[in-house]
Every structure is written in structure tokens, then in C-alpha cells.
């Protein structure tokens, strides 16, 4: 059965927004969790965004399931993995001047670089898993830098314009399925996943965990945080 890692990146987005203290992004994840999530998932971005130190430790400290923490490839945030302990961390492409992370990581552009630091996390045990286009030569590469998982970005399926490209981008993401599990790697998804393109994607089968934040955090605007990951666990479980 597929899990949900929810993304709280979003609360924090809206406390930063006034420079306050609300919502408390610790206090979401709480109510993910209790609400049925399998763990919560981060972004400690460079320009410190969203996610702040403080909040990272916090949530370290007091998260009951796992805690994903996605990270640039950079000593800066390394160093910052290894000395709080996530339960996993996921090696994603950053710029600065995005709204989101667009696309996915290009491993074969930065082997050595993403080799290093994936040996570096796994030695002070932390699971690495690599945020990729499905791509076969992104999959192959995530493999050869040692990778224990990876995880597909889904943006172009959730952005397809029409069925037959929708269609095109499920075939995409179920051959890479397919061959992260022939290389041993374990496999999961997220980015642009909502409360109606999730379904075709969770009767692929195949994927090990959701990394879901926006379409959540927004639906918990209208109905609270609760009700929002319910929805979304019922839906992943049960396509």
C-alpha cells in the first residue's frame, strides 16, 4: 500500500508572508500525522524562503513518522542533513529565482558531485533518494551515483494539456517505474499531484510513497488540514 509524505512548505510560505509566527508549519505537521499521513516532507531551500532552520530542527524533534528533507547538492545543505538526522533526504535541482522546483534533477550532468554527497548522507545513515524526470538515462545514472531511491517528478503528466498527452507522460512515468525497480531502487513520486490526477498515477502501481504539498495545503484552506490529508490518503490507498 502507497504512502503519503505530506509537504508543509506552504505553511511556512504563508506565516513568511507576514514575517509572524502563524501558522506554525510544526503544528501542521502534527495534524498531518495524526490525520493519517506517513510522514512529512521539507524544503530547506538556500534563500531560506519558506522552511527555516529553527523549523527544520523542530520537526526533527518532534515528527513521529519519517521526515524527508529535500536539499540542494551543496556542503551548506550536507552538513546540515547530517547534523540534524532526517530519515531521508531528497537530492532536488534549485534556483533561486523559480516559484517551485522546475523539473527534475540532472544526474548525468553531476555525477561525481552527486555521487559524493549521496556517500556522505548514507554514512551518517540517512536514505537518499533522487527528485528525476522520467527519463530512463536519469534513472540508469541515479542508479550508478548509488542512489536508494528515486523519486519521479510528475509535474509535465499533472500539466498535460490534453488526454493523448496525459497518456504519453503515464507511459513515461510507468516505464521508469519499471526500471528503477529492475535497477533496486525503490521508487516514488510527486509534483503537481492533485485530488483528481492522482488517480491515474496510483493505479499504475508500483510507487512507494506520494510527496504531495500543494494541492493539500490548499484544500486545507477550505476544509482544514484534517479533512484535507484524509481525502488524500483515502485516494492513494484506495485507486
Known amino acids: 500500500m502507497a504512502r503519503l509524505g505530506v509537504n508543509i512548505d506552504h505553511v511556512a510560505t504563508i506565516r513568511q508572508a507576514r514575517g509572524g509566527i ?20 521539507i524544503h530547506l531551500r ?25 536539499m540542494a547538492v551543496t556542503q551548506e545543505m550536507v552538513s546540515i542533513a547530517l547534523a540534524v538526522k532526517p530519515d531521508c533526504c531528497t537530492l532536488v535541482p534549485e534556483k533561486r529565482q523559480e ?5 527534475g534533477l540532472d544526474v548525468r550532468l553531476a555525477m561525481d558531485q552527486i555521487s559524493e554527497a549521496i556517500e556522505k548522507l548514507q554514512q551518517g545513515g540517512i536514505t537518499v ?4 524526470d522520467p527519463d530512463p538515462d536519469q534513472v540508469k545514472a541515479a ?6 531511491y528515486i523519486e519521479i517528478h510528475t509535474g509535465s503528466y499533472a500539466d498535460a494539456p490534453d488526454w493523448k498527452k496525459e497518456d504519453q507522460e503515464l507511459t513515461r512515468i ?30 499504475i502501481g508500483g510507487i512507494e510513497e506520494y510527496n504531495i504539498g500543494h494541492s493539500i495545503i490548499s484544500r486545507a484552506v477550505l476544509v482544514g488540514l484534517d479533512r484535507a490529508v484524509r481525502d488524500m490518503v483515502a485516494l492513494i490507498q484506495y485507486s
Open 22 to 41: 502563524e501558522p506554525d508549519p510544526v503544528a501542521a505537521a502534527a495534524i498531518a500525522e495524526l490525520a493519517g499521513a506517513d510522514g512529512i516532507t
Open 46 to 70: 538556500e534563500d531560506r524562503r519558506h522552511i527555516q532552520d529553527r523549523d527544520l530542527k523542530i520537526i526533527r524533534q518532534t515528527v513521529k513518522t519519517r521526515l524527508n528533507m529535500e
Open 99 to 103: 516559484l517551485t522546483t522546475e523539473g
Open 129 to 132: 533518494s533522487l527528485f528525476i
Open 143 to 148: 542508479s550508478k551515483c548509488g542512489a536508494d
Open 174 to 203: 510507468e516505464n521508469a517505474i519499471k526500471l528503477g525497480q529492475k535497477l533496486g531502487l525503490g521508487i516514488n513520486a510527486g509534483h503537481g499531484l492533485n485530488y483528481s490526477n492522482i488517480k491515474r498515477i496510483a493505479a
